[in-house]
Nanobody
Framework: QVQLVESGGGLVQAGGSLRISCAAS????????MAWYRQAPGKQRELVAT???????NVADSVKGRFTISRDNAKNTVHLQMNSLKPEDTAVYYC????????????????WGQGTRVTVSS
């Protein structure tokens, strides 16, 4: 019922910047937490940043001072501004949201995007 589509990934040199975005669509009743996860080749998925419906944010220690998460509730979108990129940031970045669908407005469900690839060259 809810679909998440990421965009903005690509190839960038170390020290560069990228802004990736996620747009939610479908039968959305309300959205709560939105987040970005990432998974590097051969490694497990890790949490990068979260943002609540009220705008409170939290980012992983590994990206503090470099990454910023933001959201536009009116457009059901979430963004991740990535600055001072490092080769270790190379991963597929996944969008996540905890939301209530129209069909089940009484409870929150989890939704995932298909991911956008970010490659940082040394």
């Amino acid at each position: 019922q809810v679909q998440l589509v990421e965009s903005g990934g690509g190839l960038v040199q170390a020290g560069g910047s990228l802004r990736i975005s996620c747009a939610a669509s479908g039968s959305i009743f309300s959205m709560n937490v939105m987040a970005w996860y990432r998974q590097a080749p051969g490694k497990q998925r890790e949490l990068v940043a979260t943002i609540t419906s009220g705008g409170s944010t939290n980012v992983a220690d590994s990206v503090k001072g470099r990454f910023t998460i933001s959201r536009d509730n009116a457009k059901n979108t979430v963004h991740l501004q990535m600055n001072s990129l490092k080769p270790e940031d190379t991963a597929v970045y996944y969008c996540y949201c905890n939301a209530r669908a129209v069909a089940t407005p009484n409870r929150y469900l989890e939704f995932w995007g298909q991911g956008t690839r970010v490659t940082v060259s040394s």
